[in-house]
């Protein structure tokens, strides 16, 4: 669902451009990723090597934030025709002219450079870690590698799936990569990777149901697309049946306790729903699938994931 632009009919200052450029990014979809990292980094702070350190938890909150916009933002420069051409899309700030290409190039590249300077934290405290800064740039390419990948694969969906499944692997060897020793220490981040690649990768088939025609008279690549919208519901669902055995599959890793586990018994339940809402003749009910059911479940096992750690330590040794 594409929110409308706010607009006025009189000079707009910079609080009011501030606001149009966080709707540009669409700020409130930082809930999709954000709680992913904060879980990877809730599980990491078990180790006693490492343990909780609040500049970390800083550096987490500003490199999620400022890479997310910037590479937001520059799908919208990059994808601003593409836009233009689609009647669901045409509304957007750059199409519509509400923002103007100078700005939002500023906007990209000041939250890179935030995104950049944020991994500096990390060199803070006696677990100095000189990682983050050193794959800084090459994350952030990636990131922005995304926005042209419908113009040549019909697998553009995971390509995003991958780029929000690095937050938990980011995540983890900020905080313990001066103590990871082998591929095992990577077990746990790993299959909470798993289960955001093949969730994202889910939801973003059923979202893009919404464009199959047009990506298709615009000669670009997408599932929907190619195999049209009963079958890409039908990828997105077993897509989301794998990332629910990786959700268990992460409980019994990182041994965590009944609560963790309740929160993915209500996560599967979810997706049951969300695919019961979407079907091929109706796709009036993708926005409250695509935004209000996610932001549940990655808040939810954030919420769950916590309270676990907190009340069952021993079963997290």
């Known amino acids: 669902m594409t929110a409308t632009p706010s607009t006025t009919d009189g000079p707009i200052g910079w609080a009011g451009r501030i606001r149009q450029l966080l709707e540009l990014v669409r700020f409130s979809h930082t809930v999709f990723a954000l709680p992913f990292a904060l879980l990877a980094a809730v599980l990491a702070w078990r180790d006693p090597r490492t343990g909780f350190a609040w500049h970390q938890l800083v550096g987490i909150v500003l490199a999620m934030v400022t890479a997310r916009s910037s590479a937001m933002a520059f799908n919208r420069l990059a994808d601003r ?22 700005m939002v190039w500023t906007f990209t590249l000041f939250c890179s450079a935030g995104f950049v300077a944020s991994t500096l934290v990390f060199l803070l405290g006696e677990t100095s870690n000189p990682w983050p800064i050193r794959l800084s740039v090459p994350v952030l390419l990636f990131l922005w590698g995304y926005s042209y990948a419908k113009r040549f694969t019909s697998l553009c969906h995971y390509w995003l799936a991958a780029a929000l499944m690095l937050s938990p692997l980011c995540v983890w060897i900020a905080i313990r990569g001066q103590v990871i020793s082998s591929a095992a220490d990577l077990s746990v981040p790993g299959m909470l990777a798993a289960v955001i690649f ?14 199959a025609d047009h990506d298709r008279q615009a000669g670009l690549n997408s599932v929907p697309a190619r195999l049209g919208i009963g079958g890409a519901l039908k990828v997105a669902m077993a897509s989301h049946a794998v990332m629910i055995g990786c959700l268990f599959g992460l409980w019994w890793l990182a041994g965590l306790g009944p609560l963790f586990l309740g929160g993915a018994v209500a996560v599967s339940a979810l997706l049951v729903w969300e695919h019961w809402l979407v079907r091929p003749d109706d796709l009036s009910r993708v926005g409250q699938a695509f935004f209000h059911i996610n932001a549940l479940i990655s808040l939810g096992l954030l919420v769950v994931g916590l309270a676990d750690v907190v009340l069952f330590p021993l079963s997290n040794a």
């Open 198 to 211: 093949f969730w994202v990768g889910g939801f973003d088939i059923i979202y893009a149901c919404q464009d």
């Open 81 to 102: 025709r593409l836009d233009a051409e689609n009647p669901r899309t045409e509304g957007r700030h750059l199409p519509a002219g509400i923002l103007g290409v100078g």
